[in-house]
């Protein structure tokens, strides 16, 4: 499992993901990564499954939707 950003806008609708850098190292590597959320966004974090990360970000943002929707 991995803990991912999700960044939502009013209506629920996937803008955008981010994952920190788990293996990054070095002088050059990135202390942190996120997103941040403008007026009428959300941003939230969840657990989704490795498998999902290897796929197509399009079938990451549509289990996203399908699983986020309350």
């Known amino acids: 499992m991995a803990t991912i950003q999700v960044l939502l806008d009013e209506s629920g609708a996937v803008l955008g993901t981010t994952q ?3 293996t990054a190292s070095g002088e050059s590597a990135p202390e942190q990564v996120g997103l941040v959320a403008g007026p009428g966004q959300q941003l939230v974090e969840v657990e989704v499954a490795d498998e999902l990360l290897a796929g197509s ?3 990451l943002h549509s289990h996203l939707r399908t ?3 309350g």
Request: charged share 35%.
């Open 57 to 59: 970000p399009a079938e």
């Open 20 to 22: 920190g850098p788990d």
């Open 67 to 69: 699983n986020l929707r």
